[in-house]
């Protein structure tokens, strides 16, 4: 299986802030044939189901706002948020769909510093 | 719109079996896949298996001597078995569109 390694566990914000996350993958989720990353972030807020945030690595699903920014390729990817919101602490999660089973990273915690 | 809710007991006894339903609207289940991810208390989540558009099916290896996923197109709703039942299994367990949308879970306690 691939593992899906993300850091830091948690972490502490504050608003308008610049965030960065990081999400390594056990071997290269890069697919040669359509130069596509098969890598998503999930934002899961509390007593919520997770939301699809980011797919392909970096392409936005319609409706996310422009400071989540997915990038990275091969093993190493990185979420940014580039100013944080109240509405943003949340646990984000990664996850590889290149190979079965899917899996997912741990998560890093949001958390208002 | 698009929407999936999942429906089953909450209550397993430990060996037994679990049936959940993921009821779809907005769309045809042979067009789309649905996969199933749970979510055990305070954890991470993780991927249990997929039923693709033309019915094929594929499951987490972890699980798969004990799951099975299954369609009725005609009622719009997927189906998830799983044997053999502990406490470890205990958790929210979610239905989603092609990782884009997702119901809003059914919590299945494993308890005697």
Redesign the interface.
């Known amino acids: 299986?691939i593992v899906m390694t993300q850091t830091p566990s948690s972490q502490a914000v504050s608003a308008g802030e610049k965030v960065t996350m990081s999400c390594k993958s056990s071997q290269s989720l890069l697919y040669n044939e359509n130069k596509k990353n098969y890598l998503?972030w999930?934002q899961?807020k509390p007593g919520q189901?997770?939301?699809?945030l980011i797919?392909w690595a970096s392409t936005r699903?319609s409706g996310v706002p422009d400071r989540f920014i997915g990038s990275g390729s091969g093993t190493d990817f990185t979420l940014t948020i580039s100013s944080v919101q109240a509405e943003d602490l949340a646990v984000y999660?990664c996850?590889q769909?290149y190979n079965?089973?899917?899996?997912?990273?741990?998560?890093t915690k949001l958390e208002l510093k | 719109q698009v929407q999936l809710k999942e429906s089953g007991p909450g209550l397993v006894q430990p060996s037994q079996t679990l049936s959940l339903t993921c009821t779809v609207s907005g769309f045809s289940l042979t067009s789309y896949n649905v996969h199933w991810v749970r979510q055990p208390p305070g954890k991470g989540l993780e991927w249990m298996g997929v039923i693709w558009s033309g019915g094929n099916t594929d499951y987490n290896s972890a699980l798969k001597p004990r799951l099975s996923i299954s369609r009725d197109t005609s009622k719009s709703q997927v189906f998830l078995t799983m044997n053999s039942l502990q406490t470890e299994d205990t958790g929210i367990y979610y239905c989603n569109r092609n990782q884009a949308y997702w119901g809003q879970g059914v919590m299945v306690t494993v308890s005697s």
Do not use: N, V
Not at chain 1, 49 to 52: A, G, T
Not at chain 1, 100 to 107: D, E, I, K, M, R
């Open positions: 299986d998503a999930y899961q189901s997770p939301k699809l797919y699903e999660y996850q769909y079965f089973p899917y899996t997912f990273g741990a998560g």
